[in-house]
């Protein structure tokens, strides 16, 4: 069982990277915004305090988040997880010190914020299948739709200006403090994510000392 923590700047590719490491081990890539996502699309009651929060680019308390980490399958998966965009201020930080073993994190770092919010204003994604698209560097092969289902391509409603501004500022006084917490528990790896993403993904295999042409975790085992 591996638990590895994906932390850095909207755009920096995190997500791009947890996918390709939770594909390469065999084990699951939890996306706590996607999960958050999903409530508000399917519309629970969740969703609707959810909603709130996030079109205004502010974090969702606590509460809910620590409530969901206590409760969820995919993120309690004994194989193993990837988790990406959590946690993202010191109280989720120790509370998942507290409960988990984690192995490592990895900080995703970029050159400048004006990447950051170039990256994030031509991000689309797909409106049925949540695939992620990039108008710079991922493009789908017809406009506006999903390659792999056709769905309608849509921005993020907490990619505006506005809300872009707010996170960026979060996650610079919240969440990037994080990284001396981590260092000092000697866990921390900063990642320079100005780089392609098949370097990263080399890179951080061979911090994780994985062989790139096995995977680590063997589930039939
Ligand atoms: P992301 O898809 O990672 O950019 O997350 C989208 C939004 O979901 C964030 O801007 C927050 O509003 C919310 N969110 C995601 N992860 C967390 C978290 N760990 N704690 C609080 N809010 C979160």
Redesign the pocket.
Known sequence: MIKVVFMGI?GSGK?TQARLLSSHLGIEHV????I??NHIKQNTELGKV?KT??EK??????KY?IDMFEKDDHINNPLGVVL??????LV?AQFLMDGFHVHHVFLFELESEDIAIERISSRRICSACAADYNLLSKKPKVEDTCDLCGGKLIQRA?DTVEAIQK?LTLYHNRTAPLAAYFEEKGILSKINANHSPEEIHKQILQILHIDPNTPFYDKKK
């Open positions: 909207q997500g996306n706590v915004g996607q958050l996502r959810f929060y996030i680019g502010e974090f969702v308390p606590d988040i990406d965009g959590f946690p993202r201020n989720q907490d996170r």
